[in-house]
């Protein structure tokens, strides 16, 4: 109790310190602020740390920072938030502006040295205060679409500097209109342990939710009898204006016969704790349709900081023949609610005796080391790795072109994973081949995808992150290097830039260099469009002169491709 009262008494110094005033900072945009993704909406294994700002379907737009300070840090990368910056604030706090397209023309200069000086594109630089320092307002760089952005935007975010905890942005007062309240979309009833049922069945049952006289409810003539331990999720979202983007929600209550039974608060979370989205939210539902739903409960080893302790957050327990009132209320940071209210009839009924799950072996417990040795396959999964016990299973099916074994299924993917466990399988495939072993998977259109993992001991090994099927393969093929308008040679003197799509068969690409006259030379990686871009630097290499152009692409599992040419620039 200390300790939750303890955070919330700091988040209310950090806010009334420099939070609530309208205008206290520079926007990072000179263009109006409509969002497309907005603080602590669910994206796939994590919260989303900050806010996503139109950029007007293009690139270019100048980025300013939102108050004076220096930049500490300047990341580059092929996913993730691409090109980013960070900037280290007097007040306390710290701003990110990622997915950028360029810095700005001094900043680029340091930040391509440094590139030089590793000889990689991906780098990782931490600033002295004295290097970059800034005023309120001033230019950085321009906002773009690198990393894993799906369209031009500028991702921004507001961290606390001494741990780096993003917060939520929407608190600090810019010029973001919001005057619409968050909609509910579905309702879930999830019976939980062998007595529990809902509308006759122990499985989930789920509801559409319509909207009538200013509130969200079930539709007319729909009925909920249920007894029994339930777990209540909803799909609930926010909405900004001059946007039709779903973002989540700032703050969920749920109450029971009027007394509150669930509440959290979407302010602040660490790195560390954003896996915890998958206990979070019911993940099963997830997997199989897609729709995020909250759960309004808290599994047991969820250790998210963003619920409220004075309030039980546990499941629903209706043992009662009576009727139960449910109101849920999803506020967003403005203060705008919307209400969803229904009722439960508590009605005990005997149904027939729940069968194990197909494949069962055995119980395990979330908080202990769990072993499963089913002699060619070795199951390891250390206490804390899952959200609640779990009933494992173990199932064998035959292999497909491309796998060198039978496929093994693990649990269900439909049961979230938050610390890596190993999964050995024991194989004895040809020494020739046991460096190019790995492990893979099928995804949801059954096409083959890589799982990770390498020989060791009579064994292929791997450390991952979900249950599901898998299988030995062998990648011996090396990435594919595409010449993109006329880079394959010849005279390029009127180019800016060779280009190449690099693509790998299974265990994707995992290194690349480009060397020109024998010197290493920078070649930036677009992950997501498997682009690889070089742009001639008169610095670096003489102009009106023939060259020679070495390019080697390794995947993974160490099979390498080299493209070779002479050009003239």
Not at 23 to 48: C, Q, T, V, W
Not at 230 to 249: K, M, P
Not at 438 to 455: H, Q, R, S, V
């Amino acid at each position: 109790m200390r300790k939750y009262i303890l955070i919330v008494l700091c988040q209310l110094f950090i806010f009334q310190s420099f939070g609530q005033k309208k205008g206290a900072f520079h926007p990072p945009l000179k263009i109006p602020m409509y969002l497309s993704g907005n603080f602590g909406e669910i994206r796939s294994d994590h919260f989303h740390s900050g806010i996503d700002i139109k950029t007007q379907g293009s690139i270019g737009h100048h980025v300013y920072s939102i108050d004076s300070g220096y930049i500490s840090r300047i990341k580059v990368q092929a996913n993730g938030y691409g090109k980013s910056i960070y900037v280290t604030h007097p007040n306390g706090y710290t701003s990110v502006y990622g997915h950028l397209d360029r810095y700005r023309n001094d900043i680029a200069a340091h930040v391509k040295r440094m590139q030089y000086k590793q000889r990689s594109h991906m780098v990782d630089l931490y600033l002295k205060p004295d290097q970059f320092q800034l005023k309120k307002g001033e230019f950085i760089a321009y906002s773009g679409n690198t990393g894993s952005s799906s369209g031009p935007h500028l991702h921004f975010e507001v961290r606390t500097a001494g741990n780096q905890h993003p917060t939520n942005v929407l608190k600090y007062g810019f010029d973001i209109e919001d005057r619409v309240s968050p909609r509910f979309f579905s309702l879930f009833i999830n019976p939980i342990g062998m007595e529990s049922h809902a509308n006759g069945t122990s499985e989930r049952v789920s509801s559409r939710i319509v909207k009538e006289s200013g509130y969200y409810t079930i539709p007319y003539g729909s009925n909920i009898n249920a007894w029994g331990t339930l777990g209540i999720s909803v799909e609930v979202f926010d909405f900004l204006n001059g946007s039709s983007n779903r973002c989540g929600v700032y703050k969920l209550d749920l109450y029971v016969d009027g007394q509150m039974a669930y509440s959290h608060l979407m302010d602040e979370f660490s790195f560390s704790e954003t896996r915890f989205v998958n206990a979070h939210i019911n993940y099963e539902e997830r997997f199989r349709t897609g729709i995020k739903a909250h759960n309004l409960y808290r599994l047991p080893n969820d250790r998210l900081r963003i619920y409220n302790n004075q309030t039980s957050n546990s499941v629903l327990e209706l043992n009662e023949e009576r009727i139960y009132e449910l109101r849920v209320v999803a506020t967003d940071v403005a203060g705008n609610q919307s209400e969803l209210k229904f009722k439960i009839t508590g009605k005990k009924r005997v149904l027939p005796t729940k069968n194990p799950p197909q494949g069962f072996v055995r119980s395990m417990k979330y908080d202990e080391l769990n072993v499963y040795d089913g002699g060619e396959v070795i199951v390891e999964i250390p206490a804390k790795a899952l959200y609640q016990d779990l009933d494992f299973t173990f199932e064998k099916s035959p292999g497909i072109t491309g796998s060198m074994t039978q496929f093994f299924h693990i649990a269900s993917p439909e049961i979230p994973v938050h610390l890596p466990y190993t999964l050995s399988i024991k194989t004895d495939i040809d020494q020739s081949l046991q460096e190019k072993l790995l492990l893979i998977t099928l995804n949801d259109k059954g096409e083959i995808e890589a799982a990770g993992g390498g020989y060791h001991e009579g064994a292929v090994v791997a450390s991952l992150r979900n249950f599901g099927l898998f299988a030995i393969s062998a990648d011996t093929i090396a990435p594919e290097i595409i010449p993109l308008n006329g880079s394959t040679g010849g005279d390029l003197s009127g180019r800016r830039s060779l280009q190449f799509t690099i693509i790998d068969d299974l265990s994707g690409v995992d290194k690349y260099e480009g060397y020109i006259d024998d010197s290493w030379v920078l070649f930036e990686y677009d992950m997501k469009n498997d682009l690889l871009t070089y742009t001639f630097d008169i610095d670096r290499i003489s102009r009106d002169s023939s060259h020679e152009l070495e390019l080697y692409v390794t995947d993974a599992k160490g099979n390498v491709n080299l493209f070779h040419s002479t050009f003239t620039w």
